[in-house]
T-cell receptor, first 110, second 115 residues
Framework: KQEVTQIPAALSVPEGENLVLNCSFT??????LQWFRQDPGKGLTSLLL?????REQTSGRLNASLDKSSGRSTLYIAASQPGDSATYLC?????????FGAGTILRVKS | AAGVIQSPRHLIKEKRETATLKCYPI?????VYWYQQGPGQDPQFLIS???????DKGSIPDRFSAQQFSDYHSELNMSSLELGDSALYFC??????????????FGNGTRLTVT
């Protein structure tokens, strides 16, 4: 059974810092990995999708990496802003469904 | 661009009542997924459909059923509602199934409150 773990559970940083969110998964037989952002009580916004054959994807200040063999992914956020405050969820495509981690709650202080 | 549409946005029901949640996928998407997210929890997979056939099943209670229609929209039917069913219910859609490297796009969810 696929299990996804995210570390840290919560993170508070001052504005402008670069930060890294970690995601690990137990079964390396994944099709791809997707990072999402969720604001309180809101829907899930897809940030980046990394296919299983890829090593990383970039979008603006976000960079996600994937090491499938070791079962790890990182989401790097450069020059963090207060508007980045949200919960960040990592999910792997395992079988025909996404399996989510518990998320990292990020707070960027101005 | 068109996104995944879910209705209603909010729903309040009493215990033992029934509820129907609707999901309209992104045009041309043929796969629909349903997730349940309890307060402070990560989304839990309930069920998915590909080309109107059930493709995978997760932790969906027997009191719940779902289907995908010919126009690819999907409905989640929930009967004998319990207090513990109060949650945010998300629908997501993708093209040709998740394993074909198509990202899942989520709707804004339906918040169900059972009193």
């Amino acid at each position: 059974k696929q299990e996804v773990t995210q570390i840290p559970a919560a993170l508070s940083v001052p504005e402008g810092e670069n930060l890294v969110l970690n995601c690990s998964f137990t079964d390396s037989a994944i099709y791809n990995l997707q990072w999402f952002r969720q604001d309180p009580g809101k829907g899930l916004t897809s940030l980046l999708l990394i296919q299983s054959s890829q090593r990383e994807q970039t979008s603006g200040r976000l960079n996600a990496s994937l090491d499938k063999s070791s079962g790890r992914s990182t989401l790097y956020i450069a020059a963090s802003q207060p508007g980045d405050s949200a919960t960040y969820l990592c999910a792997v495509i395992s079988g025909n469904k996404l399996v989510f981690g518990a998320g990292t709650i990020l707070r960027v202080k101005s | 661009a068109a996104g995944v549409i879910q209705s209603p946005r909010h729903l309040i029901k009493e215990k033992r009542e029934t509820a129907t949640l609707k999901c309209y996928p992104i045009p041309r998407h043929d796969t629909v997924y349903w997730y349940q997210q309890g307060p402070g929890q990560d989304p839990q997979f309930l069920i998915s459909f590909y080309e109107k056939m059930q493709s995978d099943k997760g932790s969906i209670p027997d009191r719940f059923s779902a289907q995908q229609f010919s126009d690819y929209h999907s409905e989640l039917n929930m009967s004998s509602l319990e207090l513990g069913d109060s949650a945010l219910y998300f629908c997501a859609s993708s093209l040709a199934g998740a394993k074909y490297n198509s990202p899942l796009h989520f709707g804004n969810g339906t918040r169900l409150t059972v009193t």
